[in-house]
């Protein structure tokens, strides 16, 4: 993978939203070059002040297909060994923010993730999850959603920290952890998702619908 470029795609562009149909999204993840990527939750990098930094989340639940009571931004970066991943969770009243100390894999309060379809087959996805005090969840989805395995435990790093304007999530997931095609040029499926949890509210960065069945499959090119 080095020295070629990264492409992401994301999941669940199929389907009708708001009686249109969905507009495909593509994210180009940067390499590092020459940066020092310190997983602490601050994002004061270099690397992260000239990364491409992608919003407009939208509602799944309660409200499918409105806008999100708080914003949400991410970024994507990648080595020959890791993939960074920032996430930002906006907040108008960060003292809202529900922090809840959970085991691992059994989150609870607010929580922000990121999804991949690494052989982009629509058949299989790789997740990572952490909450706001910074618990992580991670398992597999296959048969296109029908089975998710929360006994998969890849060993993968995040930090999270709270701030004026939200909290953020910064994460290294080496990919060694994860199963891809090495060959060639690498476009994956992605989809970035938000909870807030005193909304009871799920929002994500690719509009998806409930009625649609399937998960990965939902994905398209």
Aim: with cysteine; charged share 25%.
């Amino acid at each position: 993978m080095k020295n070629k470029a990264m492409f992401f795609l994301c999941f669940f562009i199929t389907g009708i939203i708001n009686g249109q149909e969905t507009e495909k999204k593509l994210y180009i993840a940067n390499q590092v070059n020459g940066y020092d990527i310190t997983i602490d939750g601050k994002l004061d990098e270099t690397a992260w002040q000239s990364v491409q930094w992608e919003d407009h989340f939208t509602q799944f639940q309660p409200h499918e297909g409105r806008s999100p009571h708080q914003q949400t931004e991410f970024a994507l970066l990648y080595d020959e060994h890791n993939i960074y991943v920032a996430i930002k969770a906006l907040d108008k009243n960060p003292d809202s923010i529900t922090m809840r100390l959970t085991r691992r894999d059994v989150m609870d309060g607010d929580q922000v993730g990121i999804a991949f379809d690494t052989y982009l087959d629509r058949r299989t996805a790789f997740l990572f999850a952490v909450s706001a005090v910074g618990v992580k969840a991670d398992w597999v989805i296959s048969n296109d959603g029908e089975n998710e395995d929360f006994t998969w435990d890849p060993i993968w790093w995040v930090k999270t920290s709270k701030t004026e304007y939200g909290w953020i999530a910064e994460m290294r997931i080496p990919l060694t952890q994860l199963r891809f095609d090495k060959d060639g040029e690498q476009m994956w499926g992605l989809q970035v998702f938000r909870q807030v949890f005193r909304k009871e509210e799920l929002s994500v960065w690719q509009p998806m619908k409930r009625s649609v069945s399937g998960f990965v499959s939902s994905l398209e090119i």
